[in-house]
């Protein structure tokens, strides 16, 4: 029986290796002289490799969508332990629905600039007093002639310090139920009236800020969707940011260097990968590794075919995606014993410190994103069919 997807896949993998072959040398590297990563977006998109299906008049390859070639891209740069280009909230979470929601304008003024690394994003979603329940948003915009003027405060504002530029949620219909009078604007954080203060986290830096808006004037045409119906973008935008979180790809990456090193350090003298408890530890994270990697299969198959719902598929990717990832460095961090402990300059260290920085990072993811308690509601609801939790009514 021949389980090959055939010659045409064969000759594709080759190609994606001959690619990494003569490339390797060129990718980003801090140690050594190399292209910029700008650079090698460029030409990972220029051959396929990135934003592969995104129309080339918005700057992509123009593929048509494919599963197995998706793959094999996704599995020969693993294995190489090749960079696999840009990502960031404006690629993995504004572009799409930008193709999906966008006008023609918007596609041609920010998906070029977006997927090529030349317009970093941030998301103006969460604030003080609207986190889990988002649509409890206050941050307003009120229509001025051809300007909306925008007060408020965000936080927990992901890269808004290196940020060109913000897509926002804001309350626009303030007699509208909460979930009606919401719009999705963008704007320049370089707009008068913008302050960002870093917020440094459990890692060690600020990979959050707080945004404040105070007067903010913001073209009338730089809203996606009609007015007041920002609840549905955001809403599409979630689904991409939680599928982005932690994608199966870098965990299956992180979990080649587990193995690596559970097989050069030791515990009495014994390689940690020979331990049975720890080799047991390893075998369960792989196997949910790639049990995350054939749900995302799925997952692309459902959104080449237009109409079908990933259902279960997309609504799991958050909760177990990140819980995953939290795992899988925790094993790394277990399995160099007292050095696991060693951090930032610490001589002993290994892997630079990222085994412990990606701890305390998908630690936070767990709850960031939405938190892993919402996430289980979302699936006991949406996907299985349970009814809501009662509500307390208030005193």
């Known amino acids: 029986m021949d389980l090959s997807f055939g010659i045409e896949y064969t000759n594709f993998r080759e190609e994606v290796k001959g690619f990494i072959d003569?490339?390797?040398d060129k990718q980003p590297s801090a140690t050594t002289e190399s292209m910029t990563a700008i650079e090698w977006q460029k030409l990972l998109i220029d051959n396929g490799y990135h934003s592969r299906t995104i129309p080339k008049e918005y700057g992509g390859f123009g593929a048509e969508p494919d599963i197995i070639k998706s793959r094999i891209i996704a599995e020969e740069f693993s294995r190489a332990r090749i960079n696999t280009g840009l990502g960031g909230q404006g690629i993995s979470?504004?572009?799409p629905v930008l193709l999906e929601m966008g006008s023609e304008e918007q596609k041609q003024q920010f998906i070029r600039s977006t997927i090529g690394g030349e317009m970093v994003w941030c998301q103006g979603y969460s604030e003080p007093g609207a986190g889990s329940d988002l649509a409890s948003l206050t941050t307003k915009a009120e229509l001025d002639g051809d300007e909306w003027v925008i007060n408020g405060q965000k936080i927990w504002t992901s890269t808004a310090q290196l940020a060109d530029w913000i897509f926002c949620l804001v309350r626009t219909e303030p007699e509208a139920s909460k979930h009606q009078g919401i719009s999705f604007l963008l704007f320049d954080m370089k707009t008068q009236g913008i302050e960002v203060r870093p917020l440094v986290d459990m890692t060690g830096s600020a990979n959050f800020n707080e945004v404040f808006f105070t007067d903010v004037r913001v073209p009338k045409d730089q809203i996606v969707g009609k007015r007041g119906q920002g609840w549905q973008v955001a809403n599409a935008i979630l689904g991409h940011e939680r599928g982005s979180l932690a994608p199966p790809e870098a965990a299956k990456s992180r979990l080649e260097g587990v193995i690596r090193l559970m097989q050069?350090?030791?515990i009495g003298g014994e390689k940690v990968i020979d331990n049975p408890v720890f080799r047991?530890?390893?075998m369960s994270i792989q196997g949910r590794v790639l049990?995350?990697?054939?749900?995302d299969m799925r997952l692309f198959s459902a959104r080449i075919n237009k109409g079908q719902s990933?259902?279960?598929?997309?609504i799991i990717v958050k909760l177990m995606g990140t819980e995953l990832r939290h795992e899988l460095e925790a094993l790394a961090i277990d399995a160099m014993g007292e050095i696991g402990l060693s951090y930032e300059d610490n001589p002993y260290i290994r892997g630079e410190g990222s085994w412990q920085y990606l701890y305390m990072y998908f630690l936070g993811l767990i709850i960031g994103g939405g938190t892993s308690q919402i996430q289980k509601n979302i699936i006991s609801e949406r996907g299985l069919g349970m009814p809501k939790e009662p509500k307390v009514d208030a005193k």
């Open 264 to 266: 050069s350090e030791t």
């Open 291 to 295: 049990a995350m990697q054939f749900n």
């Open 93 to 95: 979470m504004l572009v």
């Open 310 to 314: 990933a259902g279960m598929a997309g």
């Open 22 to 24: 003569q490339h390797q």
């Open 280 to 282: 047991d530890r390893l």
